[in-house]
């Protein structure tokens, strides 16, 4: 599965929701993420923003973190770009890491951002619905 780099700043302003608890499963033996490039060097300038550190929370902790992320990570190269499919260059770039990879799932709380995805056969789920299928996982 593919994260979107908003379930990275929920996980970062609340530790009650699903996606802190998402986070906080890896590394899993359930699910592995994919990560390229591109990805990563979002994932940092998001994350490194004020408004997304956590309170008292250096852009260098959220850079470790995310250096965290990349170690556990399936490194995924691109060869085909999908671009233009989504409105978003920047979601291009999430749906081009899925698509590399093989990805079942993005998980986002951007759902609408990602309608067209399925016609990849990549589905957009929330974490909330991810972590539902996970527990309904034999």
């Known amino acids: 599965m593919v994260l979107d780099t908003s379930v990275l700043v929920a996980a970062a302003r609340s530790r009650k929701g699903a ?69 978003d260059p920047d979601d291009d770039m999430v749906l081009e890491c899925a698509a590399s990879s093989g990805s079942e799932y993005i998980v986002t709380h951007n759902m609408k951002d990602f309608r067209r995805v399925a016609e990849l056969k990549i589905q957009a789920i929330t974490p909330g619905d991810f972590l539902q299928l996970l527990r309904r996982k034999p």
């Open 19 to 87: 996606s802190f608890q998402l986070l906080s499963m890896l590394p899993s033996r359930d699910f592995e993420i994919a990560l390229t490039v591109a990805l990563y060097t979002e994932w940092q300038a998001v994350l490194t923003r004020a408004e997304h550190l956590p309170p008292g929370a250096s852009a260098d902790v959220a850079l470790g973190f995310v250096r965290y992320l990349a170690t556990i990570a399936h490194l995924q190269e691109v060869y085909f770009l999908w671009r233009p499919f989504l409105r």
